[in-house]
């Protein structure tokens, strides 16, 4: 069951999102005047090895907005100017990368990913309200707001409450109530799609990692537009979460429809989760995978969900 | 000079005919070196322009 761990130390989320961040800031080229300037794809800009930028690199506008914003013990790029720049600068470069159509690529050129598209657009709109910062273009925006009512990928659940939380983020920038509704008719879809069990599914069965991820997404979308189904949702989520996780914060990952391996903690915290309890003590003890053990790709977001949970839970 | 779908789709035409013979591969390595670092006016250095703490005074 979910329980109150309001006194919980998170101070290890902190530690660790910490010493990514100059790992991260060197993904992406920082020089103002550069064609690929904002560009946090270095496989791109500076290896010349991808011959597109995938956009879930431009995720790193929001690391730098959190950084640039949020003052906490050891964070040397508080109210930075220069971090503000590369900040701005990443939004521009997701910005300059969209498709006509809208949509963002993550795999090949023309990809037009729900992916790329639904977690890059979450990021990029949460960059742009904690900067409050009048810089996305509402036409482009929209662009991306109407490509992500009109698509969907019932099948994994954590794509589709990030689609869920850009929609509204876009509502929010925009006023349009159509990403209002939009968002919330993908709310629907997710919980209609929740098992009995009480997990949302990828790719047909559970999967704690991602699903980890969609509950990050989620309790942040509640956060904004709250709703008793949705709350009630993420309290059963979060039991079926608890119930595959062991004390030392492991769990049986071979087991899982994806086999993913890691635990976003960041929506696990906002609802007051027991599992931070055991994630926490398994990062103590080394025993499970953190954001440093991950590639540059993967590394990046959870990066940005563990700095959240150090910073708001 | 970024990497694009057509330059990408010519390098690999070569890597699968030309590039196949080792004397066309060390040619084709050598040009690269040529073009991207000694004659560049912007030279190539694979492990440059990581986040360096005195960025953050600029």
């Known amino acids: ?313 | 000079m970024l990497n694009t779908p057509a330059k990408l789709v010519i390098l690999r035409l070569f890597n699968m005919t030309f590039g196949r013979i080792p004397f066309c591969s060390r040619l084709f390595r050598k040009i690269l070196v040529l073009v991207m670092i000694k004659k560049a006016k912007k030279k190539y250095f694979a492990s440059s322009r990581y986040f360096d703490i005195k960025d953050l005074e600029s």
């Open chain 1, 1 to 313: 069951m979910a329980k109150d761990n309001t006194e919980k130390d998170t101070g290890i989320y902190r530690e660790i999102a910490l010493g990514q961040i100059p790992r991260i800031l060197g993904l992406g080229d920082r020089k103002k005047y550069s064609v690929t300037s904002g560009c946090f794809d270095r496989y791109y800009w500076h290896y010349k090895i991808t011959d597109f930028p995938n956009a879930r690199f431009q995720e790193a506008a929001l690391l730098l907005a959190l950084i640039y914003k949020k003052e906490f013990m050891g964070n040397i790029f508080y109210n930075k100017p220069a971090v503000l720049d590369w900040a701005l600068q990443a939004v521009s470069f997701w910005l300059k990368i969209q498709r006509g159509n809208g949509s963002f690529d993550e795999v090949y050129p023309r990809e037009n990913s729900f992916i790329a598209t639904a977690f890059s657009a979450a990021a990029a709109t949460e960059a742009v309200l904690l900067l409050d910062k009048d810089i996305l273009p509402s036409r482009k925006l929209i662009k991306t707001g109407d490509w992500l009512a009109k698509n969907n990928n019932e099948d994994v659940g954590n794509q589709m409450a990030a689609s869920a939380l850009a929609l509204y983020n876009i509502f929010l920038i925009t006023s349009l109530e159509k990403y209002k509704i939009a968002s919330e008719e993908k709310i629907k879809k997710i919980l209609a799609s929740q098992s009995g069990e009480g997990f949302f599914p990828e790719y047909g069965s559970y999967d704690v990692g991602y699903m980890s991820i969609c509950v990050s997404y989620l309790a942040q979308y509640a956060r904004k537009n709250q709703s008793p189904e949705l709350d009630n949702a993420l309290v059963r989520a979060a039991s079926f979460i608890e119930s595959k996780v062991r004390p030392d914060g492991s769990y049986d990952w071979a087991e899982m429809s994806r086999q993913t391996q890691y635990i976003y903690p960041f929506g696990l915290g906002l609802i007051k989760s027991g599992v931070l309890d055991s994630h926490v003590r398994g990062l103590s003890d080394g025993a499970v995978l953190n954001p440093a053990w991950m590639d540059d790709r993967f590394c990046l977001p959870l990066t940005i969900d563990y700095l959240r949970t150090a910073m708001e839970c």
